[in-house]
């Protein structure tokens, strides 16, 4: 395998999470999210990992993006009507000085874990995807607390989540393979679970607003 | 320490025992989809199906008491996953399974009063409700971190499930909340998990016990473990959460939360600290200082708090503060002061579960009763209502920590741990923490002895509902009469009895 692949594999999902966690366009940010977990599946398969890279395709890609969309009122039952969309304007812009500020903590989470990672055995197969999924891990994180909309801070969960396993599968060496695998296969169907409970709830919550909202117009009508 | 947390141990389980824990493990959830499909409109039946694994843990005490400690290596291909049982598990198991069938008999008689039309909220509680049970099984019996991060993760997704269940905006906006941190907490912990496993190459207790040894990476992971386990547990400065999830949860699925599903990420960390860093008693402190910290906060705050279910959330925060102090007194002190704070943290783990769910299900009591949330809306309860005021009485005399209830036994104990050594803080937080949570509960009492209202709109609850409150809140009494009975399960250590 030449080493330009290794690479490619490596960055091409750090670049892909930054735009879905940072496209203004929701509905552009959850499609880029399926591509994500994608390129996330060919790592895995690339690592070795069949089972992680299929689940990763049928969880993380296929069943997280149908209610990632299903959030966003996009799906093939029409029945209710489309929740109003906003198109993830949050309701702070994003300033430097609050990217800044929020980017500190991080950072101090980053230089801690870098610095254990460092006392560690480096890993001689997969050195390119322990720091993809060390910056996965801080862009994550990053945007969680920097971003207010519910259905972007999901994404930056389940990005997070994905550096995380990431991290776990690079670290472990042959003895923990099978214990690495069996933490990332829950933390798969945890990530999983979780979007789906986000999801539905973002859902009923815009429901709720548009309601609320309707029936404000209709009391001053009548008033 | 890990002796005493039953991880060493040569005991081969018998057969009956193995299935007797499994039926206790399994049991919660066949009868939560049995609840699921028929939705009973009586307590009765559910009651009677579950004293079935109640008998059983009996009959697992009796044989611990006798033979010691069991520990169980299920292999599964290359995998293997390690479970025991000791006095302490037993203890927790016990808990359990006493406080959710004591909620599942209040259940139904509750929701044909608070709600009058049932959505299809209902139709989950049961089986959500198995499955915290068994969740909380599968984490009090768990001795290795795989095991223990399943339960960690089924217990959060099945709790951030009940909470929703009244489908409220107010419920799903603090549900979306508690989601959100829950998911970012088991990150951390798996993130935790991740560098053991990477330094160590293993996940069993016992085994990491032995082989870890202080470095950047023990410190790092102990730092992420702590913090995803503390945000779970409401500690002091990550509790923010807990207010409006108790306040807008259904009062049994409150009561469950405050007193379990908060307990098991504590339990969690404390277990991990005595196993993996058993001699860092700086890091202790600060841990034990947050405890401190969540004693006057919540206290003040609790007593401060204008809405009933909010002084009963609040001092949720403020006595897990009295669990936290356990820390320094555990780690890095001498056998002496360990094993006597050892008592006196599972005793006050044991008595707050219970005396946290009373309050709660006597405070829904008095809610529904009255149809009033806020305290100043108890003016006159106390002649209408004395049962419910009963069991929030006796209840409250345990969270207080007067004789002879096991509050008072389990502050006892810490306060004679702390003099013991030398830690004098923790004994002013303890006297603080006592007049505060005296201060909030007679605030409670002082506005339901109010006599001069004229209202006839009282709905006074069906009886069960009341006497499944008073039963918590005398089980909480009685353990403290009692208490040498766990005290000496707690003791047991090891092999040997």
Redesign the interface.
Known sequence: MPPLVDVLLATLPVFLAAFALLDRHLVRACSLFVLFALVVALNWWQLGFIWLALLETLLGAALTGAFLFHALGIGPARRAPPVRRSHGQDPLPLTWRRGLVHLMPVLALLG??A??LA??PASDTSPAARWSGLVL?GLGLWV?NLKAH?LR??LA?NI??TG?FL??MT???E??T???Q??VI??LV??W??TV??AL??R??GA?ATHHESTLINDGQAS | MIERLGLVTTQLPTATSSAMVLLAVVMPVLLGVLGGAWRPLRGWPGLALALIPLLALLWLVQQIAVHGTQAWVLELGSLTLHWRANGLTLLLLLLTQWLVLASAVYTPAYLRVAEQALGRGAVWLWPLMGLLATSLSLIWMAADLLTLYIGLELMGLTAVGLILLPGREEALAAGMRYLLLALIGSLAFLLGVALLLGSWERLDLAGLAVVVEPSPVLWVAMALLSAGLLLKAAAFPLHAWLVPVHGSAWTPVSALHAALVIKASFFIALQLWLVLAPQAAAAAWLVGGMGAAAVVWGGLLAWRADKLKDVVAWSTVSQLGYLLIGFPLLIGTSTAVASIAWAGVWLQLLAHSLAKAAMFLAVGNLMLATGESRVSGLAGASRRFPLSLLSFGIAAISLVGLPPSAGFTAKWLLLHASLAAGQWPWLVVLAVGTLLSAAYVFRVFRYSFVEDVEREDYRPVPLRMDLVALALALASLILGLTATWPLALLAIAGGTP
């Open positions: 801690m874990l610095a254990a006392s560690l891990v969680f519910l801070r999901l969960f997070t989540g995380i991290l776990l670290l472990v060496g003895a923990g099978a214990a690495g069996a933490l829950t933390g945890v990530a679970l979780g409970l986000g709830l973002i009923r919550l709720l």
